[in-house]
């Protein structure tokens, strides 16, 4: 009860320093909510910043969450595939369409793709599958890529999945269906002085030989596998491909 209540003087609180911004910059029509935590800091709604207005997000997406945005009436979101971003309004003004306004940051973009990607969406199956979930891009300790160019230091192998609980590590098979680019790419020269795609098969040697020196549980998916368009990307039918990782990881299912 007297977190709720908290919560409501909390939202009275950063309507009046919204208020007071549009009156004291009557040049502005909009401010990201993220620039306005100076104010909301100077007011003592919020004790200090935290990752360029984490403390103010919170607050709109539990709102958000509760349908009830209504309760900050400058409030204005805009919602891309990533994420929601937030900005203050005016009253009686309009958000601008086609301003140029760099809601979207590279990461946001960077996490978006790789979250769009058939490895994520087989590995979201897996944690279904395996009621776990997996650190993806796991590295250890143990497993390391070769020398670079100084001789000094090396960079450790990450691994597509590990199941800690199962004691399994998940890697996928190379794609067939490869783009002229991709192929070029594979011909490169890398620093070891042998191409990319004979470094790609060197080291997927070495991530199962240490893996099982190291008695973890080891499996590869086959894109192949899985029904595909013709351009080779899954059509994920998540019933039929939950039921083909089952058979895949009926071993390691609890």
């Keep these: 009860?007297?977190?709720?209540?908290?919560?409501?003087?909390?939202?009275?609180?950063?309507?009046?320093v919204i208020d007071h911004y549009f009156a004291t910059n009557t040049d502005k029509d909009w401010i990201p909510a993220k620039d306005i935590m100076s104010d909301l800091i100077n007011a003592d709604v919020f004790v200090k910043d935290q990752k360029k207005g984490l403390p103010l997000r919170k607050i709109?997406?539990?709102?958000?969450?509760?349908?009830?945005?209504?309760?900050?009436?400058r409030v204005h979101p805009e919602r891309a595939e990533a994420a929601t971003y937030w900005y203050f309004l005016r009253?009686?003004?309009?958000?601008?369409?086609?301003?140029?306004?760099?809601?979207?940051?590279?990461?946001?973009?960077?996490?978006?793709?790789?979250?769009?990607?058939?490895?994520?969406?087989?590995?979201n199956l897996c944690d279904e599958v395996l009621k776990e979930e997996a650190s993806r891009k796991h590295t250890f300790a143990w497993l390391?890529?070769?020398?670079?160019?100084?001789?000094?230091?090396?960079?450790?192998?990450?691994?597509a999945?590990?199941?800690?609980?199962?004691?399994?590590?998940?890697?996928?098979?190379?794609?067939?269906?490869?783009?002229?680019?991709?192929?070029?790419?594979?011909?490169?020269?890398?620093?070891?002085?042998?191409?990319?795609?004979?470094?790609?098969?060197?080291?997927?040697?070495?991530?199962?030989?240490?893996?099982a020196k190291k008695d973890i549980n080891f499996v590869t998916i086959d894109y192949a596998l899985?029904?595909?368009?013709?351009?080779?990307?899954l059509k994920?039918?998540?019933?039929?491909?939950?039921?083909?990782?089952k058979k895949i990881l009926k071993n390691y299912i609890k």
């Excluded at 192929?183 to 240490?210: D, P, V, W």
């Excluded at 994920?236 to 990782?245: F, K, P, Y």
């Design 60 to 73: 709109l997406r539990a709102l958000d969450n509760e349908d009830n945005l209504k309760a900050i009436p």
């Design 1 to 16: 009860m007297n977190n709720n209540r908290n919560n409501e003087d909390k939202v009275a609180q950063i309507n009046k």
């Design 91 to 123: 009253e009686g003004a309009t958000f601008p369409e086609n301003e140029n306004i760099s809601t979207v940051s590279k990461k946001d973009v960077a996490k978006a793709k790789r979250e769009s990607t058939d490895e994520f969406y087989i590995i």
């Design 144 to 159: 390391f890529g070769d020398m670079h160019k100084k001789g000094k230091t090396r960079t450790l192998l990450p691994v």
């Design 226 to 233: 899985f029904e595909t368009d013709n351009k080779g990307k």
């Design 161 to 211: 999945a590990f199941y800690k609980d199962a004691n399994l590590v998940i890697e996928f098979a190379e794609r067939k269906n490869k783009t002229e680019a991709q192929l070029a790419k594979l011909e490169q020269l890398t620093t070891s002085g042998i191409t990319r795609g004979q470094q790609i098969e060197k080291y997927n040697h070495r991530r199962k030989e240490m893996i």
């Design 236 to 245: 994920r039918n998540t019933t039929e491909d939950i039921a083909l990782l």
